[in-house]
């Protein structure tokens, strides 16, 4: 069983900046990859990020590639998710996941995942 806890969330203004962290539980954290996840209002849930459990591959969506960063930290049993250049349409709800995946090509399928944090909320105003 893992424990997904997101924090970091908030308000900036569009061009600023804010650091996702998700904390994790358990002592298996290095063998699962990890993906960042967002849903807007109104909006399906859509992949973000994800990071790699060995050597830390990383692949982003296009809508926020060069902009946000993922990156963990195994021995904190912590992943972030730096953004950067932040627009309005970034609002949303921002979801942690954690899954044995074995295929670089399932990391942005949802249904990949087993394990989800609750949410922490991403306002960008313009």
């Known amino acids: 069983q893992v424990q997904l806890v997101e924090s970091g969330g908030g308000l900036v203004q569009a061009g600023g900046s804010l650091r996702l962290s998700c904390a994790a539980s358990g002592r298996t954290f290095s063998s699962y990859t990890m993906g960042w996840f967002r849903q807007a209002p109104g909006k399906e849930r859509e992949f973000v990020a994800a990071i790699s459990w060995g050597v830390g591959s990383t692949v982003y969506a296009d809508s926020v590639k060069g902009r946000f960063t993922i990156s963990r930290d195994n021995a904190k049993n912590t992943m972030y998710l730096q953004m950067n250049s932040l627009k309005p349409e970034d609002t949303a709800v921002y979801y942690c996941?954690?899954?044995?995946?074995?295929?670089?090509?399932?990391?942005?399928?949802?249904?990949?995942?087993?394990?989800w944090g609750q949410g922490t909320q991403v306002t960008v105003s313009s």
């Open positions: 996941a954690a899954g044995v995946i074995r295929y670089y090509s399932h990391y942005f399928l949802s249904t990949r995942y087993d394990y």
